[in-house]
């Protein structure tokens, strides 16, 4: 079992910036391979980011592109999203998952654990 806590979001004014956490507890950390994934009122959940076990690779979605980077600290089993240039468009709960395939999977159903979710509030 693996454990998943997301914090960092609330409202911020678009153009700014806001950094998500998603502190990981129970099996092994660094077993596991990170996404971060979204939903907006009325919205099906859609894949933004993910980070291999490593860190050493990464793929955005082209709405995000550019703007947002993900990261992972392996010894203090988080990993993060670091948002800037916000729209928005952005605004969705945010949520983070694992998979234990060492591979980015950009759909829901690849991912064993999930999160909460953080809100995130982009206003105009």
């Known amino acids: 079992q693996v454990q998943l806590v997301e914090s960092g979001g609330g409202l911020v004014q678009a153009g700014g910036s806001l950094r998500l956490s998603c502190a990981a507890s129970g099996r092994t950390f660094s077993s596991y391979a990170m996404a971060w994934f979204r939903q907006a009122p009325g919205k099906e959940r859609e894949f933004v980011a993910g980070i291999s076990r490593s860190g050493v690779n990464t793929y955005f979605a082209n709405s995000v592109k550019g703007r947002f980077t993900i990261s992972r600290d392996n010894v203090k089993n988080t990993v993060y999203l670091q948002m800037n240039s916000l729209k928005p468009e952005d605004t969705a709960v945010y949520y983070c998952?694992?998979?234990?395939?060492?591979?980015?999977?950009?759909?829901?159903?690849?991912?064993?654990?999930w999160g909460q979710g953080t809100q995130v509030t982009v206003s105009s």
């Open positions: 998952a694992c998979t234990e395939f060492n591979t980015i999977i950009p759909t829901m159903n690849g991912y064993d654990y």
